[in-house]
């Protein structure tokens, strides 16, 4: 089966946001945030349902290298990312 990945705008602003700081930190360091991204869309495409739900019916997967959470949902064949969460940042502006 064919699981489609849908970002949504919020978590691609994440995305860029989390690249240009890592960048502006180490030049380089932003590829390695967006490789580690990318592992871990692969995995959560592959393994939709092996991250647990934390408040139903969206998932959470902690990227092990960096402090970033991907909240996604899981439908059908298709996969919808809402936030790529930066977990040093206030838990109370989590997405819920």
Do not use: C
């Not at 489609?4 to 705008?9: G, M, N, T």
């Not at 890592?22 to 592992?39: A, H, K, P, T, V």
């Not at 692969?42 to 393994?47: A, D, F, S």
């Not at 990227?63 to 109370?92: A, C, E, H, M």
């Amino acid at each position: 089966m064919m699981i489609d990945i849908e970002i949504r705008k919020a978590a691609d602003l994440e995305i860029t946001e989390a690249y240009l700081y890592y960048e502006e930190q180490q030049n380089g360091l932003g590829e390695r945030f967006l490789d580690s991204l990318e592992i871990y869309f692969e995995r959560i495409k592959k393994y939709p349902e092996h991250y647990q739900i934390k408040r139903s019916p969206y998932r959470e997967a902690l990227i092990s290298k960096f402090p970033f959470l991907i909240i996604y949902q899981f439908t059908g064949n298709k996969i919808i990312v809402f936030s790529v969460f930066n977990t040093n940042r206030d838990w109370v502006k989590k997405p819920k």
